[in-house]
């Protein structure tokens, strides 16, 4: 996050409008809060269309030549492998985020944000559910971040302090109880990721 959060301020001169087209994924959790970290109001949308007035738009790089025929000045491609590497096939004109992201310092040292400003479906995030967790709990997740409140949950649980697993799509053949016992998840969220045993939060 603070690398990311330096990017956008000292790479990019402090953006206005941060997209992200992404799946869920660590690195769009990161992207979001080093947007909001660096004051922009992040736009997170479910295809190109939805970041065509953002200043800079993260996006898979099988997106990225869409988003930059929209005329956003500043794309970077991601891959949406688990552990973050490069992209293989990169766009013209796009740059490669996990190329770019690693020469930017490790702390974070701006100001506090006034307030948070994250748009999803085109409108204000709203007012985020109360969870019943806490700094100790390990949440499994499996939620739409392109919806308000897929997105809403997400933010409820990194308010709370708990610590987030994200289930990626796709989830076919997963073994959701196994990588809930390997990943020592407390609690789910989202009804495809329902383990026994384990609380099923009701946001």
Known sequence: MAKSA???VDGLGSPGRVGLVLPPHWQ????????VAAGAEVVVAAGPDGVADCDVAFVLAEQAADVLALGV???????????????????GM???FAREVPSYADAWTGQRP???????EGEPVGKLPVLDV????????????????GLGQVLAVLRSGASLVLV???REGLDVAALAAAERVTATLGGAVA??????LDA
């Open 195 to 200: 383990v026994p045993g384990l609380t099923a």
């Open 94 to 96: 796009a740059q490669d």
């Open 28 to 35: 769009t959790v990161c992207l979001l809060l080093a947007g």
């Open 168 to 170: 990626p799509p796709p």
């Open 73 to 91: 000045d500043e794309v970077f491609a991601l891959s949406g492998h688990p552990l973050g590497a490069p992209v293989t096939a990169l766009p």
């Open 114 to 120: 006034d307030e948070v400003r994250i748009r999803v």
């Open 134 to 149: 806490s700094g100790s709990d390990r949440v499994l997740v499996d939620v739409d971040l392109t919806t308000r409140a």
């Open 6 to 8: 330096n990017l956008l």
